[in-house]
C-alpha cells in the first residue's frame, strides 16, 4: 500500500541550531501533505498544510518563519525547525492524502521524536 | 467546524475481555470518521473508516466501529482484548477527501493479564 517514510526517526540539536525532517510519499504521488505536532500523552495538533508548488497553510498560532515548510516536488515535503528550542521539543509527524483511486483516506510517516538540548 | 470528543482519557481492560472506546463528533456536514492506533513513539495506523457507506465498520485485528447519526457517535469495540491491543487510539473526522483531519483527545487503552 502508500507508504510515507519520515526521517530522521529521532535528532537531537543544540538550541539555536536548525532542524530538517523529511517526508517522502513512497509509490504515489503526494500533492497535500500536512504536519502535526504531538506533545507527551496529548493528542495530534495540525501545524499546517503543505501543497505542491505553493506556499503552505499555517494553523492559527504557528509560526511560519520558525517552522518552514516546503514542498518542492511530488513526493517530498520537508519541515524545518528554526533557530530551536527547548520548547520546541516534541514528536512531529506527517500525513499524505492517499491517491485519487486509492482506498480513500491519509497515511502516516512514522513520526521524528525532536529534542533540544 | 468540527470537532470530536473522545470519553475516555484512559481505559483499563483485561486479557479476553472486551473493549469500548467510546467518540462523538460534531460536524456541519457529513462526515468521514476514522479510528488510528498509536503504539509508543510510532507513528499512526488506520484501524478502519466511515465514510458515508455501510455504518457497522469492520476493521483490521478484530475492531469495529459504528456511525450512529442520531448519537452523532462513532464507538470503538473489539470482542476480546489482546495484549498487543495497548496503544493510544484517536477517533478523527475530516469532511471530506483533502479535507485536513480533526483528532479527539485520544483514549489509552491498558491491556491487563
Same mark, same amino acid.
Given at each position: 500500500?502508500?507508504?510515507v517514510s #519520515? +526521517? @530522521?526517526?529521532?535528532?537531537?540539536?543544540?538550541?539555536?541550531?536548525?532542524?530538517?525532517?523529511e517526508? =517522502?510519499s %513512497?509509490?504515489?504521488?503526494?500533492?497535500?501533505?500536512?504536519?502535526?505536532r504531538?506533545? @507527551?500523552? #496529548?493528542s495530534?495538533?495540525?501545524m499546517a498544510?503543505?501543497?505542491?508548488?505553493?506556499k503552505?497553510?499555517?494553523? #492559527?498560532g504557528?509560526?511560519k518563519?520558525?517552522f518552514l515548510?516546503?514542498? &518542492?516536488?511530488?513526493?517530498?515535503?520537508t %519541515?524545518?525547525?528554526?533557530?530551536? +528550542?527547548?520548547e520546541?521539543?516534541?514528536?512531529?509527524?506527517?500525513?499524505?492524502?492517499?491517491p485519487?483511486?486509492?482506498?480513500?483516506g491519509?497515511?502516516f510517516g $512514522?513520526?521524528t !521524536?525532536?529534542?533540544?538540548? | 467546524?468540527q470537532?470530536?470528543? #473522545?470519553l475516555?482519557?484512559?481505559?483499563?481492560?483485561?486479557?479476553?475481555? @472486551?473493549?469500548l472506546? !467510546?467518540?462523538?463528533?460534531?460536524?456541519?456536514?457529513?462526515p468521514?470518521l476514522?479510528?488510528?492506533?498509536? +503504539?509508543?513513539?510510532?507513528?499512526?495506523?488506520l484501524?478502519?473508516?466511515?465514510?458515508s457507506? &455501510?455504518? /457497522?465498520?469492520?476493521?483490521?485485528n478484530g475492531?469495529e466501529?459504528e456511525?450512529k447519526? $442520531?448519537?452523532?457517535s462513532f464507538?470503538?469495540?473489539k470482542p476480546s482484548?489482546?495484549?498487543?491491543?495497548?496503544?493510544e487510539?484517536f477517533c478523527v473526522?475530516t469532511?471530506?477527501?483533502?479535507?485536513k483531519?480533526?483528532?479527539?483527545?485520544g483514549? =489509552?487503552? /491498558?491491556?491487563k493479564?
Amino acid at each position: 500500500g502508500a507508504v510515507v517514510s #519520515q +526521517h @530522521p526517526s529521532w535528532v537531537i540539536c543544540k538550541s539555536g541550531t536548525s532542524v530538517k525532517i523529511e517526508c =517522502r510519499s %513512497l509509490d504515489f504521488q503526494a500533492t497535500t501533505m500536512f504536519w502535526y505536532r504531538q506533545f @507527551p500523552k #496529548q493528542s495530534l495538533m495540525l501545524m499546517a498544510t503543505s501543497n505542491e508548488g505553493s506556499k503552505a497553510t499555517y494553523e #492559527q498560532g504557528v509560526e511560519k518563519d520558525k517552522f518552514l515548510i516546503n514542498h &518542492a516536488s511530488l513526493t517530498l515535503s520537508t %519541515l524545518t525547525v528554526t533557530s530551536a +528550542h527547548p520548547e520546541d521539543s516534541s514528536f512531529y509527524i506527517c500525513s499524505a492524502i492517499l491517491p485519487t483511486g486509492d482506498d480513500y483516506g491519509y497515511t502516516f510517516g $512514522s513520526g521524528t !521524536r525532536l529534542t533540544v538540548v | 467546524a468540527q470537532s470530536v470528543t #473522545q470519553l475516555d482519557s484512559h481505559v483499563s481492560v483485561s486479557e479476553g475481555t @472486551p473493549v469500548l472506546l !467510546r467518540c462523538n463528533y460534531s460536524s456541519s456536514y457529513s462526515p468521514s470518521l476514522f479510528w488510528y492506533v498509536q +503504539h509508543p513513539n510510532k507513528g499512526l495506523q488506520l484501524l478502519l473508516k466511515y465514510t458515508s457507506a &455501510a455504518t /457497522l465498520v469492520k476493521g483490521i485485528n478484530g475492531f469495529e466501529a459504528e456511525f450512529k447519526k $442520531s448519537e452523532t457517535s462513532f464507538h470503538l469495540t473489539k470482542p476480546s482484548a489482546h495484549m498487543s491491543d495497548a496503544a493510544e487510539y484517536f477517533c478523527v473526522v475530516t469532511l471530506g477527501a483533502g479535507n485536513k483531519l480533526t483528532f479527539g483527545g485520544g483514549t =489509552r487503552v /491498558l491491556v491487563k493479564p
